[in-house]
């Protein structure tokens, strides 16, 4: 599976933000896709997740309740809304498709996901 991320850009404390992954190929063959961010000189972390079958979804509890991930009908387009953003929010954002069923008990971890996109930057100033 391939995937593209796009959307990322700069916005100020307190605004939204959507950013969108489009993903191609054996999209059939997934269990769900998830988004990830990175801040320099951290770790890889966990933001959202969902599952095609069902819909389920999942935060980080840093997000909870200002983040909205959501998927096109078709499968093949993961959004995620970012509203009432943080400095910490920086990060660049990261795609990832999973084909594991493992995302289903553990969609957190990043070893159940095997496609990512390229990362998209986003960037809260004060």
């Known amino acids: 599976v391939q995937l593209q991320a796009s959307g990322g850009g700069w916005v100020q404390a307190g605004g939204s933000l959507r950013i969108s992954c489009a993903a191609s190929g054996r999209t059939d063959s997934q269990y769900g896709m998830g988004w990830f961010r990175q801040a320099p000189g951290r770790e890889r972390e966990f933001v959202a997740a969902i599952m095609w079958s069902g819909g389920t979804r999942h935060y980080a509890d840093s997000v909870k309740g200002r983040f909205t991930i959501a998927r096109d009908n078709a499968k093949t387009t993961v959004y995620l809304q970012m509203i009432s953003l943080k400095l910490e929010d920086t990060a660049v954002y990261f795609c990832?498709?999973?084909?594991?069923?493992?995302?289903?008990?553990?969609?957190?971890?990043?070893?159940?996901?095997?496609?990512w996109g390229q990362g998209t930057q986003v960037t809260v100033s004060s």
């Open positions: 990832a498709s999973s084909s594991h069923r493992g995302i289903i008990l553990s969609p957190r971890s990043t070893r159940h996901y095997y496609d």
